[in-house]
Nanobody
Framework: QVQLVESGGGLVQAGGSLTLSCTAS???????MAWFRQAPGKERDLVAS????????TYADSVKGRFTIIRDNAKNTVHLQMNSLKSEDTAVYYC???????????WGPGTQVTVSS
């Protein structure tokens, strides 16, 4: 059982930066860790993920080159560095975890990111 809690959300101007953090209650080294986001009236979409080994990362096309996912297994944390933020990045951001080959099973409560234009 893993419990996830996000932090670091807030209000930022377009073009600015923000770093989200996700802290897990248990060990996360065996999980794929990811960030999702959900804007009002839209589906929850994958933003970025980080494999449990090999350092493989994936990004949504809309955030490539602007966002970076970083995981620290020693501290059971995963971060999302967000640069050059745009108004369309406004959403609730969720941290999630899954085993390789499985659906995302563990979710945090989410943190709001609002980008003002």
């Amino acid at each position: 059982q893993v419990q996830l809690v996000e932090s670091g959300g807030g209000l930022v101007q377009a073009g600015g930066s923000l770093t989200l953090s996700c802290t897990a209650s248990g060990r996360t080294s065996g999980y794929v860790m990811a960030w999702f986001r959900q804007a009002p009236g839209k589906e929850r979409d994958l933003v970025a993920s980080f494999s449990p080994s090999g350092g493989i990362t994936t990004y949504a096309d809309s955030v490539k080159g602007r966002f970076t996912i970083i995981r620290d297994n020693a501290k059971n944390t995963v971060h999302l560095q967000m640069n050059s933020l745009k108004s369309e990045d406004t959403a609730v951001y969720y941290c999630a975890a899954r085993f390789v080959g499985r659906d995302y099973r563990y979710w945090g409560p989410g943190t709001q990111v609002t980008v003002s234009s």
